[in-house]
């Protein structure tokens, strides 16, 4: 069958790696691509959250199956927009995309049914978020976060009466992130180890993906600001038999069966972003879509087709359905940008990618590059994510490391210690 991804990121083409190897596969499509999808696929420039161009491509083009990497057109309604038109995609419906479109959607979700969760309150308008803060019911540090998609930046870590106060009116006066900021919600700063954990669901069954573990800030030592993750290893160091149990069991699929029960049957990648507290996993946030860099160092795990379990998943057709994965270590370094995640150049020429895409065992993810006259540039914060898989997790990282003393481009910056970090 022809199959298309839609994204550019590095998180699209390690899915599209993936999807080549499908026996399935008769041609691939990538909505835009990058220059790494370009060697595996046809890049079409039709932007990614064009749900009308998009729709009418599948439909002209006849593809047997659209896989969704961003959550934009997720919570825009890309499902809802296919399937009127009788044509596969692998995601959940505009409704169901809410976990992650509508935090404040998310929040009520949770404390209906007793999901583990920071406590929080609600503000409808910036009186109400000032009459929360002044009310004593937080202790600083606390969290604002707006209600909607803010790229990333919609969560803000106040220390004091005075940044939470600023928060409020950046998000709910100022209207920084657009209708994002309608409301706002201020909630208890939760302490503990962060992780994610991704599951596929069909809207009944869940199907584990293997665990990893990202590392979100910038700078070793998981100092500096967050960014969307510097890199990632699988399987992760924190996540024990007993505690993958407690996180299904108390958090995964309570979410899958009560998203169900209201009517929002949850076809597609659960992501759930979570705090390993004192008490126990608490939820973050929920993402309806696969994890970047996450989906790198899972994908060079999975032996099992891909697309032989997307299309289960949207047949609801996942029960007793499970992914083979290799039992070696993998991981992601993340070659960014000088200056990212704030204000970063781009057009940098990139050395040495040619020779270090040759070396055995290497994987390399494009994300933020451009290729023009024959050479790469960097197009982006995260440029490049390069990836191995090997039978323990330093063999790994030595040679995801070592190929990356050949690449280079001006401001090139990566974190060394990927993989490297202990239990607190
Ligand atoms: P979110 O988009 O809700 O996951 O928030 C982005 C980031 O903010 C998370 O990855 C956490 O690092 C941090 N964060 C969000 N909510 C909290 C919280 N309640 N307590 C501590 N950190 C949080
Ligand atoms: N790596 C974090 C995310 O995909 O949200």
């Not at 009310?135 to 803010?150: E, I, M, N, R, T």
């Not at 500096?224 to 024990?240: L, V």
């Not at 299309?311 to 039992?327: F, H, N, R, V, Y």
């Not at 023009?372 to 990282?397: F, K």
Request: charged fraction near 25%; aromatic fraction near 6%; include cysteine.
């Amino acid at each position: 069958m022809k199959i298309l991804v839609i994204g550019s990121g590095g998180r699209e083409h390690a899915l599209a790696w993936k999807i080549a190897q499908s026996p399935h596969l008769e041609k691939l499509f990538c909505v835009p691509g990058n220059p790494g999808t370009m060697s595996i696929a046809e890049n079409v420039a039709i932007d990614s959250s064009d749900i009308k161009g998009l729709t009418d491509f599948a439909a002209q083009e006849k593809i047997g199956l659209t896989v969704v990497g961003p959550e934009l057109p997720l919570t825009m309604g890309i499902v809802d927009e296919f399937e009127e038109r009788g044509l596969k995609i692998f995601g959940p419906d505009k409704r169901t995309a809410e976990l992650e479109g509508s935090k404040v959607f998310a929040k009520q979700f949770m404390e209906r049914h007793k999901i583990p969760t920071a406590i929080s309150k609600i503000a409808e308008s910036p009186e109400e978020a000032a009459e929360i803060l002044n009310s004593g019911k937080f202790s600083f540090p606390l969290v604002v976060k707006a209600d909607g998609l803010a790229a990333g930046k919609g969560v803000i870590i106040c220390e004091n009466l005075k940044e939470a106060e600023k928060a409020i009116h950046l998000i709910m006066v100022e209207r920084k992130f657009g209708d994002a900021g309608k409301r706002a919600i201020v909630e208890e700063c939760l302490r503990g180890k962060e992780t994610s954990f991704i599951v596929l669901s069909d809207g009944k069954e869940v199907v584990p993906l293997v665990t990893t573990m990202d590392h979100k800030p910038v700078y070793e030592g998981d100092k500096g600001p967050n960014t969307g993750g510097m890199g990632a290893i699988s399987p992760s160091p924190f996540i024990d038999e007993e505690l993958f149990s407690e996180i299904m069991s108390s958090i995964v699929l309570p979410t899958v069966t009560h998203m169900r029960e209201e009517g929002r049957k949850y076809k597609g990648v659960l992501y759930v972003g979570l705090m390993l507290t004192e008490e126990g996993p608490k939820v973050l946030e929920y993402n309806c879509r696969f994890g970047d860099p996450e989906t790198q160092p899972q994908m060079l795990r999975m032996e099992s087709d891909l697309v032989d379990i997307l299309l289960a998943i949207i047949e609801e057709d996942a029960q007793g359905k499970e992914i083979q994965w290799s039992p070696k270590a993998s991981g992601c370094v993340v070659l960014a940008s000088g200056g990212y995640p704030l204000a970063y150049e781009k057009g940098k020429r990139i050395e040495g990618l040619n020779q270090a895409s040759e070396t055995p065992g290497i994987a390399i993810f494009h994300a933020g590059t451009k290729f023009q006259d024959g050479e790469y540039y960097t197009n982006g914060g995260r440029v490049l994510g390069i990836c191995a898989s090997e039978e323990n997790l330093s063999v790994t990282m030595e040679k995801i490391y070592k190929t990356i003393s050949g690449i280079s481009f001006e401001g090139m910056h990566f974190r060394r210690d990927i993989g490297a970090l202990k239990e607190e």
